[in-house]
């Protein structure tokens, strides 16, 4: 067998395509088989929905009367700073930023009520959002200093762009020490009071493409309740690291740098999160359809929790020490079980990322196709995989 | 019949001083547990009691309450979850102290259950989209 994306997007077109989720192609495959399962099924949907800090967005202002040049000078939305190292109105707001007045952790921990993820959110929310700037003024842009406030219609150009999502696989955040840790993975109770994980397991994107065989650069997707597209490779892309027989990474692997138009996306997909004692984020929806063009594809997204394993990491001394040391693995089904054994301690579990909102948007995505209503892309490029000899790189000091 | 309810009272600025905890045990023979207790700075007081005993006991002793001028509320009342932020993650689950969160399965979406909550407020900072709220 063997289909091509052209011959599922005609099926889509007559609304005759077989679409299933990354959850129901499980059973799909153990009742029918492979071959069959492959034979009949023409896409299978993923979905993700977790906090991802490598997010941010671009914004075109549009140009005030008399002109002002943003570029080089300050731009606050709601009080947090955005970027301004463009042209005259083009700004970019991250996702972690915070208000040059937010106490951040000089009382530990810290509350990182509000941020950039928060203001991306208000902005698709449809709210108004309050605009400072100051800049040098030029013969051209004679303007020093702007308050407005603005919203999302009002703008030229609002775009998503996240330079590292959907991360392949990632630690299980445990905490040795004998005092409370406020991390990036959530607040870790001492002497392994807890475990936190944060993926959606087997219906996460690059758990059924281990290879990177049919997500590539162009791949159409769910992104913030929107459409967007995979624009390249995410930061910190990893494909050479230990894998299971099955291909999946057994540590973070590959990611994905994802692009789509803001003004599509709806803020019940893009949630301001706050990571209490370490900063502010954004909760990013994503859902990437794989086209079945192959058994071995199908094989790949049969893929279940108990065959994927993730590495356990103590966050109080080896993560922030960069000590390579893991204290063991421990599978996806184990993990949603509640609770996994370290060191012989029972230890429960938990998850940053909604494994519930996973399935919906996975399940969205899987309606969108159903009514012909969103069309596969043909890669236009390969993300990078094994092959491309890729080394991941710590940042070793020189003195200077 | 015996029953168990979790009331969050408020006591305005002249009650502070007085032993109404006592009176609940002496003369309406219902056994308390203090789950938070505080006085404001404008000396309003504020408790955070689980209360049992026999139906008509508790019901008189509310009574009594209420007549000597204690605000009473059912602390499911005073803390909410804001349905429209929580994502469902499941960060809160390992850090409340009464289990007051579950997974419910198969669909893994995280079930609040008021009535176990104390309101002890842990859970308001660890939820990352903050969607957790406790209102006295």
Same mark, same amino acid.
């Given at each position: 067998?063997?289909?091509?994306?052209?011959?599922?997007?005609?099926?889509?077109?007559? %609304?005759?395509?077989?679409?299933?989720?990354?959850?129901?192609?499980?059973?799909?495959?153990?009742?029918?088989?492979?071959?069959?399962?492959?034979?009949?099924?023409?896409?299978?949907?993923?979905?993700?929905?977790?906090?991802?800090?490598?997010?941010?967005?671009?914004?075109? $202002?549009?140009?005030?009367?008399?002109? !002002?040049?943003?570029?080089?000078?300050?731009?606050?939305?709601?009080?947090?700073?955005?970027?301004? @190292?463009?042209?005259?109105?083009?700004?970019?707001?991250?996702?972690?930023?915070?208000? /040059?007045?937010?106490?951040?952790?000089?009382?530990?921990?810290?509350?990182?009520?509000? @941020?950039?993820?928060?203001?991306?959110?208000?902005?698709?929310?449809?709210?108004?959002?309050?605009?400072?700037?100051?800049?040098?003024?030029?013969?051209?842009?004679?303007?020093?200093? *702007?308050?407005?406030? *603005?919203?999302?219609?009002?703008?030229?150009?609002?775009?998503? +762009?996240?330079?590292?999502?959907?991360?392949?696989?990632?630690?299980?955040?445990?905490? *040795?020490?004998?005092?409370? !840790?406020?991390?990036?993975?959530?607040?870790?109770?001492?002497?392994?009071?807890?475990?936190?994980?944060?993926?959606? %397991?087997?219906?996460?994107?690059? +758990?059924?493409?281990?290879?990177?065989?049919?997500?590539?650069?162009?791949?159409?997707?769910?992104?913030?309740?929107?459409?967007?597209?995979?624009?390249?490779?995410?930061?910190?892309?990893?494909?050479?690291?230990?894998? %299971?027989?099955?291909?999946?990474?057994?540590?973070?692997?590959?990611? $994905?740098?994802?692009? %789509?138009?803001?003004?599509?996306?709806?803020?019940?997909?893009?949630?301001?999160?706050?990571?209490?004692?370490?900063?502010?984020?954004?909760?990013?929806?994503?859902?990437?359809?794989?086209?079945?063009?192959?058994?071995?594809?199908?094989?790949?997204?049969?893929?279940? /929790?108990?065959?994927?394993?993730?590495?356990?990491?103590?966050?109080?001394?080896?993560?922030?020490?960069?000590?390579?040391?893991?204290?063991?693995?421990?599978?996806?089904?184990?993990?949603?079980?509640?609770?996994?054994?370290?060191?012989?301690?029972?230890?429960?579990?938990?998850?940053?990322?909604?494994?519930?909102?996973?399935?919906?948007?996975?399940?969205? $995505?899987?309606?969108?196709?159903?009514?012909?209503?969103? *069309?596969?892309?043909?890669?236009?490029?390969?993300?990078? @995989?094994?092959?491309?000899?890729?080394? +991941?790189?710590?940042?070793?000091?020189?003195?200077? | 019949? #015996?029953?168990?309810?979790?009331?969050?009272?408020?006591? =305005?600025?002249?009650?502070?001083?007085? =032993?109404?905890?006592?009176?609940?045990?002496?003369?309406?023979?219902?056994?308390?547990?203090?789950?938070?207790?505080?006085?404001? &700075?404008?000396?309003?007081?504020?408790?955070?009691?689980?209360?049992?005993?026999?139906?008509?006991?508790?019901?008189?002793?509310?009574?009594?309450?209420?007549?000597?001028?204690?605000?009473?509320?059912?602390?499911?009342?005073?803390?909410?979850?804001?349905? #429209?932020?929580?994502?469902?993650?499941?960060?809160?689950?390992?850090?409340?102290? #009464?289990?007051?969160?579950?997974?419910?399965?198969?669909?893994?979406?995280?079930?609040?259950?008021?009535?176990?909550?104390?309101?002890?407020?842990?859970?308001?900072?660890?939820? &990352?989209?903050?969607?957790?709220?406790?209102?006295?």
């Amino acid at each position: 067998m063997g289909k091509t994306i052209a011959e599922i997007n005609e099926r889509i077109g007559k %609304g005759q395509a077989v679409v299933v989720t990354a959850e129901e192609v499980i059973e799909i495959a153990a009742d029918k088989g492979i071959k069959e399962a492959a034979r009949e099924i023409d896409v299978v949907t993923t979905g993700t929905f977790g906090p991802m800090c490598s997010s941010g967005a671009y914004l075109n $202002l549009g140009h005030s009367k008399p002109r !002002i040049k943003f570029g080089g000078g300050s731009v606050y939305l709601n009080e947090v700073p955005a970027y301004t @190292g463009f042209a005259a109105v083009d700004i970019f707001i991250g996702a972690t930023a915070l208000p /040059d007045n937010d106490p951040q952790n000089k009382i530990h921990p810290g509350d990182f009520n509000y @941020g950039g993820g928060h203001v991306i959110e208000e902005l698709v929310a449809g709210k108004d959002v309050r605009l400072v700037a100051i800049a040098h003024g030029t013969d051209c842009y004679p303007r020093k200093k *702007l308050e407005t406030l *603005l919203n999302i219609k009002d703008l030229n150009e609002a775009v998503l +762009f996240n330079i590292r999502n959907a991360y392949q696989n990632y630690n299980v955040a445990v905490n *040795l020490s004998d005092r409370t !840790i406020y991390t990036y993975m959530g607040v870790l109770k001492p002497n392994l009071g807890n475990a936190n994980y944060s993926t959606a %397991g087997q219906l996460s994107p690059l +758990f059924n493409d281990p290879w990177y065989k049919t997500i590539g650069i162009g791949t159409k997707i769910f992104l913030g309740g929107g459409v967007g597209y995979v624009a390249w490779q995410g930061t910190q892309h990893n494909p050479a690291v230990l894998r %299971g027989d099955n291909g999946v990474p057994r540590r973070p692997a590959g990611a $994905l740098a994802v692009i %789509g138009d803001l003004k599509q996306m709806k803020p019940q997909w893009l949630v301001g999160t706050s990571m209490f004692g370490y900063g502010c984020n954004i909760t990013v929806g994503i859902g990437v359809p794989i086209p079945i063009l192959s058994e071995e594809i199908l094989r790949y997204t049969a893929v279940r /929790d108990e065959d994927i394993l993730a590495p356990i990491v103590d966050y109080a001394e080896a993560y922030p020490q960069r000590q390579p040391d893991i204290l063991g693995e421990a599978s996806y089904a184990q993990l949603k079980s509640g609770k996994i054994m370290v060191r012989e301690k029972e230890v429960p579990t938990v998850s940053l990322s909604s494994y519930a909102k996973a399935a919906e948007i996975a399940q969205t $995505l899987k309606e969108w196709i159903k009514r012909g209503e969103f *069309l596969l892309t043909e890669p236009v490029a390969p993300l990078p @995989g094994v092959e491309a000899g890729i080394t +991941f790189k710590s940042l070793e000091e020189h003195p200077i | 019949m #015996t029953i168990s309810r979790r009331v969050v009272l408020h006591f =305005p600025r002249l009650l502070v001083d007085q =032993p109404i905890v006592y009176h609940l045990v002496k003369d309406y023979n219902l056994e308390f547990n203090i789950l938070k207790a505080s006085v404001t &700075p404008k000396e309003e007081g504020l408790l955070v009691l689980e209360l049992s005993g026999e139906q008509s006991d508790y019901e008189q002793g509310m009574q009594y309450l209420t007549g000597i001028g204690v605000g009473i509320q059912l602390l499911s009342q005073n803390v909410i979850r804001n349905e #429209t932020r929580c994502t469902h993650c499941g960060a809160c689950i390992t850090i409340c102290p #009464t289990s007051a969160f579950t997974l419910e399965l198969p669909s893994r979406r995280v079930n609040f259950q008021a009535e176990k909550c104390i309101a002890c407020g842990l859970c308001i900072k660890p939820c &990352p989209p903050r969607a957790m709220e406790v209102r006295f």
